[in-house]
Nanobody, 122 residues
Framework: QLQLVESGGGLVQPGGSLRLSCAAS????????IGWFRQAPGKEREGVAC????????NYADSVKGRFTISRDNAKNTVYLQMNSLKPDDTAVYYC???????????????WGQGTQVTVSS
C-alpha cells in the first residue's frame, strides 16, 4: 500500500518561502495524480494544488496562484510544493494525497500523509 510522508514545514515570517516534500514508499507515484491540501483550525480542508501523473498539468487554488508551485520528480518518488510570498492566512497543516485516477479533473484521493505544520507569523 502506498505510503506518503510530508516534510519541510516550519515557522516562517510573512513574505518568506518554504518547500514541502511528499515522499512515497512501498509503491511508485508514477501513475498517481498528487494533490496538496491544507487545513487551518476551525476551517474546512482546502485543496491547494494538484499535479497529474505525467506532470503535464497542474491546478492551483485561486488563493495561491502565482505564489505556490507544485512539481514532481518520479525518479525520486517525490512531489514538491514550493511556497513563496507566504501570508499568515497560509498557516495550516499541509497534507499530500495520491489519486489512482491520474488526472486532476476528477481525482479520487485514497492515500494521505500525516501532514506537516506550516506557520506564517512575525
Amino acid at each position: 500500500q502506498l505510503q506518503l510522508v510530508e516534510s519541510g514545514g516550519g515557522l516562517v515570517q510573512p513574505g518568506g518561502s518554504l518547500r514541502l516534500s511528499c515522499a512515497a514508499s512501498r509503491s511508485t507515484l508514477d501513475y498517481y495524480a498528487i494533490g496538496w491540501f491544507r487545513q487551518a483550525p476551525g476551517k474546512e480542508r482546502e485543496g491547494v494544488a494538484c499535479i497529474t501523473s505525467s506532470g503535464g498539468r497542474t491546478n492551483y487554488a485561486d488563493s495561491v496562484k502565482g505564489r505556490f508551485t507544485i512539481s514532481r520528480d518520479n525518479a525520486k518518488n517525490t512531489v514538491y510544493l514550493q511556497m513563496n510570498s507566504l501570508k499568515p492566512d497560509d498557516t495550516a497543516v499541509y497534507y499530500c494525497a495520491a489519486s489512482r485516477i491520474g488526472g486532476c479533473v476528477i481525482p479520487k484521493y485514497d492515500n494521505w500523509g500525516q501532514g506537516t505544520q506550516v506557520t506564517v507569523s512575525s
